[in-house]
């Protein structure tokens, strides 16, 4: 096939399925819209645990919770959306590399290479630190108020 026509045939296929696709609703992000879905979700991978609290980030892709159960002294929950689906983890005691603070939110870096970063997107000062409480304490580098103590 003469490339002047194989090139505008291509180009034109991936429209047609891009074009699709966003139609239909498959490039659609999930969304952590309620307390009881992501505690819900949570217990499908970890039914061990029991949640006690759920903190929602402002734009709802990610949720803390804070959980009870067997060997939970230093450890939490996340659930987060990946594109359409959602993922969870169980964070233990050296599970975080670092939680970073900035005036938009936290950026959380994990010691584990398949999810080293997640932004959490919290204006509110209250639930930042809400958030960065409960993280500090799985973080392997201490916080910078007890680092320059």
Not at 33 to 45: I, K, N, P
Not at 74 to 99: C, E, P, Q
Not at 100 to 128: I, N, Y
Request: charged share 25%; with cysteine.
């Amino acid at each position: 096939m003469p490339l002047e026509i194989l090139v505008p045939f291509v180009v034109l296929a991936v429209s047609v399925i891009m074009l699709v696709i966003t139609r239909s609703g498959l490039s659609r992000q999930a969304r952590l819209d309620s307390t009881e879905a992501v505690a819900a979700r949570f217990a499908l991978d970890f039914p061990e645990y029991d949640v006690t609290d759920v903190m929602i980030a402002d734009d709802r892709q990610a949720a803390l919770l804070t959980i009870g159960g067997r060997d939970v002294a230093d450890a939490a929950g996340l659930v987060r959306t990946i594109g359409d689906r959602t993922t969870t983890r169980l964070m233990t005691s050296g599970a975080l590399h670092s939680v970073v603070e900035d005036d938009k939110g936290l950026a959380v870096r994990s010691t584990d290479f398949t999810w080293p970063c997640q932004t959490v997107r919290l204006a509110d000062p209250a639930d930042r630190a809400r958030w960065r409480k409960l993280l500090d304490r799985l973080s392997v580098e201490p916080p910078a108020s007890q680092a320059e103590a």
